[in-house]
């Protein structure tokens, strides 16, 4: 059973400085993973999706790795900024799956 | 720009009441989900539907029943609410070209928020 799983829960950095979200994901049978951003009270607006067969995507000031051998991805904020504050979430589609697995997310602070 | 929209926003149901929470969408998309989700939790998917009149189970179906008789609506019914369903939940949709391909971008509607009382 796929299992994806967010580290850790919670962030809180000072404005400007660049950042790393971790997710990981138990079986590497995916086709694809997506980063998507919650606000608080608001839906789930979908930043970045990786196909199984690609390594990355970017998107302004966002960079998403995929490594599926080891079952890891990586999002990248850079300059961070106060707008950024968001509860980020990844989900994998597994393979012969028709569903997103998700992770709990990561609630991230930005402080001005 | 509507993409997909569900409603009611907010919702109070009593032990036992029933109700149904809509979803439309208007993106053509051939696939449609309902998903909830629990505080300090990922998202559950309760049912979807791969095209109009065809539906199936997702990971907690039960409590819950869905229709696709369009490919725009995919209604969601609770026919006994319980405290246990009180949650919020999301309508999405993507479209697929053909089951096992990679699939595309998937699109949440802004959520329903339901408490059981």
């Known amino acids: 059973k796929q299992e994806v799983t967010q580290i850790p829960a919670a962030l809180s950095v000072p404005e400007g400085e660049n950042l790393v979200l971790n997710c990981s994901f138990t079986?590497?049978?995916?086709?694809?993973l997506q980063w998507f951003r919650q606000d608080p009270g608001k839906g789930l607006t979908s930043l970045l999706l990786i196909q199984s067969s690609q390594r990355e995507q970017t998107s302004g000031r966002l960079n998403a790795s995929l490594d599926k051998s080891s079952g890891r991805s990586t999002l990248y904020i850079a300059a961070s900024q106060p707008g950024d504050s968001a509860t980020y979430l990844c989900?994998?589609?597994?393979?012969?799956?028709?569903?997103?697995?998700f992770g709990q997310g990561t609630r991230l602070t930005i402080n001005p | 720009n509507a993409g997909v929209t569900q409603t009611p926003k907010f919702r109070i149901l009593k032990i036992g009441q029933s109700m149904t929470l809509q979803c439309t969408q208007d993106m053509n998309h051939n696939y449609m989900y309902w998903y909830r989700q629990d505080p300090g939790m990922g998202l559950k998917l309760i049912y979807y539907?791969?095209?109009?009149?065809?539906?199936d189970k997702g990971e907690v179906p039960n409590g819950y029943n869905v229709s696709r008789s369009t490919t725009e609506d995919f209604p969601l019914r609770l026919e006994l609410a319980a405290p246990s369903q009180t949650s919020v939940y999301f309508c999405?949709?993507?479209?697929?070209?053909?089951?096992?391909?990679?699939?595309?971008?998937?699109?949440f509607g802004e959520g329903s928020w339901l408490t059981v009382v």
């Open positions: 989900a994998v589609r597994p393979q012969g799956a028709q569903k997103l697995v």
């Open positions: 539907s791969v095209g109009a009149g065809i539906t």
């Open positions: 079986d590497s049978a995916i086709y694809n």
């Open positions: 999405a949709s993507s479209y697929s070209s053909s089951l096992g391909l990679s699939g595309n971008t998937i699109y």
